[in-house]
């Protein structure tokens, strides 16, 4: 099946700097990539679908500016949280969808806790 | 608009009782697709099962079997003599064509505890 790593798993930062997470796709060509976030104990909520070399489309009440999305090639996109603060800390989730199939493909996530 | 509501917030049982997770969602596509992911402790999203707006068929994996009623816009998830390894949260998903990018939805999630 299709598999898509997320790097880092967790990550701690001081409050005011940026944490970039990778998503890969390993075994297919993304052409779609989508993040999302997880609070505890809550749904996955959208935050963003990227293209390759197209930029991003956020959802309503997502702040583009911090939370910068790269797609720059089939296979990776990145995710930098810009100026982290406390309120930033969540499980972070990736997934990909391929040329053909619909189907979305999720990465294993990043939990990230800001200090 | 399109939504999914997962009504029950957490359900707990007893091992080796059957237990049905409700999933009820609101489209106007006539092409959309349904799915139930299973999220353990761990945080990854394990797949369950994928339906289409075309295919109302049941199906059953194992002790896992699903009811799609497009009448009741209905996708209902049941485990049959569940185990204590079942305990995790349950989301269910929706995605339209209509998006062109077949972003996902995805309801509440249902928290199911397994006793032993």
């Known amino acids: 099946g299709a598999v898509v790593s997320q790097h880092p798993s967790w990550v701690i930062c001081k409050s005011g700097t940026s944490v970039k997470i990778e998503c890969r796709s390993l075994?297919?060509?993304?052409?779609?990539m989508f993040w999302y976030r997880q609070f505890p104990k809550q749904s996955l909520m959208l935050m963003a679908t990227?293209?390759?070399?197209?930029?991003?489309?956020?959802e309503q009440g997502v702040e583009k500016d911090k939370f910068l999305i790269n797609h720059a090639s089939l296979t990776l996109s990145t995710l930098t949280v810009t100026s982290a603060h406390p309120e930033d800390s969540s499980f972070y989730i990736c997934?990909?969808?391929?040329?053909?199939?619909?189907?979305?493909?999720f990465g294993p996530g990043t939990r990230l806790t800001v200090l | 608009a399109q939504k999914v509501t997962q009504a029950q917030t957490e359900i707990s049982v007893v091992e080796k009782e059957d237990v049905t997770l409700d999933c009820v969602y609101e489209?106007?596509?006539?092409?959309?697709?349904l799915f139930w992911y299973k999220q353990p402790p761990s945080g990854e999203l394990v797949f369950l099962i994928r339906?289409?707006?075309?295919?109302?068929q049941n199906e059953i994996s194992g002790r896992y079997s699903w009811n799609f009623q497009k009448s009741t816009s209905s996708f209902n998830f049941t485990i049959t003599a569940s185990q204590v390894v079942d305990s995790a949260v349950y989301f269910c998903?929706?995605?339209?064509?209509?998006?062109?990018?077949?972003?996902?939805?995805f309801g509440t999630g249902t928290r199911l505890k397994v006793l032993a």
């Open positions: 075994d297919f060509q993304a052409t779609t």
């Open positions: 998903a929706l995605s339209e064509a209509a998006s062109g990018t077949y972003k996902y939805i």
């Open positions: 489209t106007r596509d006539t092409t959309y697709y």
């Open positions: 990227s293209n390759e070399g197209s930029k991003a489309t956020y």
């Open positions: 339906r289409n707006s075309f295919d109302e």
């Open positions: 997934s990909a969808r391929g040329q053909v199939s619909n189907e979305q493909f």
